[in-house]
């Protein structure tokens, strides 16, 4: 069974830091690896998908990256600002269409 | 834009109340999803579904029921709803087979049960 964890579970960074999160996942027959962000009470919004072919994806400020035979993923964000505090959640894509996901790592970006 | 829509934002209840949440995608998705999330718990996979009229239980199905009359549309019913209840619900959509391009999410419906 699939089983994905993400550490730290929350982080606290002064703005303008670059910094990273991390996303690791125990069955590498995975088909992609998604992130998302989720702000309080609100639903999970796609940031970033990594199909098993790729190494990486791009949008903006954030840079994610797959490494299927060490079971890891890592998403970059560049030049933190405070609109970036949420919760980032990153989940495993299996067979039939059928996720697994992280518990997020709480992301605080201090003025 | 591709979307997945939840009826409600918000909602209360009654214990006892037999509840629908209705979620709708229109990207033509073969699977649909609820999950429920409770701070310190994660989110939490209730019911799923790759078919019409198909279904499958996921972690956490007691007390929950769900249907699927047409591909679009994916309802969860709680048929006797409790306080224990209380959560955030989302559904989410993906596509069928090995394509990758993962889950959309609704919005979330946050339900109360009094």
């Known amino acids: 069974k699939q089983e994905v964890t993400q550490i730290p579970a929350a982080l606290s960074v002064p703005e303008g830091e670059n910094l990273v999160l991390n996303c690791s996942f125990t069955?590498?027959?995975?088909?992609?690896l998604q992130w998302f962000r989720q702000d309080p009470g609100k639903g999970l919004t796609s940031l970033l998908l990594?199909?098993?072919?790729?190494r990486e994806q791009t949008s903006g400020r954030l840079n994610a990256s797959l490494d299927k035979s060490s079971g890891r993923s890592t998403l970059y964000i560049a030049a933190s600002q405070p609109g970036d505090s949420a919760t980032y959640l990153c989940a495993a894509g299996g067979n039939a269409g059928k996720s697994t996901f992280g518990d997020g790592t709480t992301l605080t970006v201090k003025p | 834009d591709v979307k997945v829509t939840q009826s409600s934002r918000y909602l209360v209840k009654r214990t006892g109340e037999k509840v629908f949440l209705e979620c709708v995608q229109d990207?033509?998705?073969?699977?649909m999803f609820w999950y429920r999330q409770d701070p310190g718990l994660g989110l939490r996979l209730i019911y799923f579904s790759y078919d019409v009229k198909m279904k499958e239980k996921g972690d956490i199905p007691e007390g929950y029921s769900v249907s699927r009359e047409k591909k679009e549309r994916f309802s969860l019913i709680l048929e006797s709803a409790s306080t224990n209840q209380t959560s955030m619900y989302l559904c989410?959509?993906?596509?069928?087979?090995?394509?990758?391009?993962?889950?959309?999410f609704g919005s979330g419906t946050r339900l109360t049960v009094v």
């Open positions: 990207m033509d998705h073969e699977n």
């Open positions: 069955d590498s027959a995975i088909y992609n």
């Open positions: 990594i199909q098993s072919s790729q």
């Open positions: 989410a959509s993906s596509a069928g087979g090995a394509d990758g391009y993962g889950y959309t």
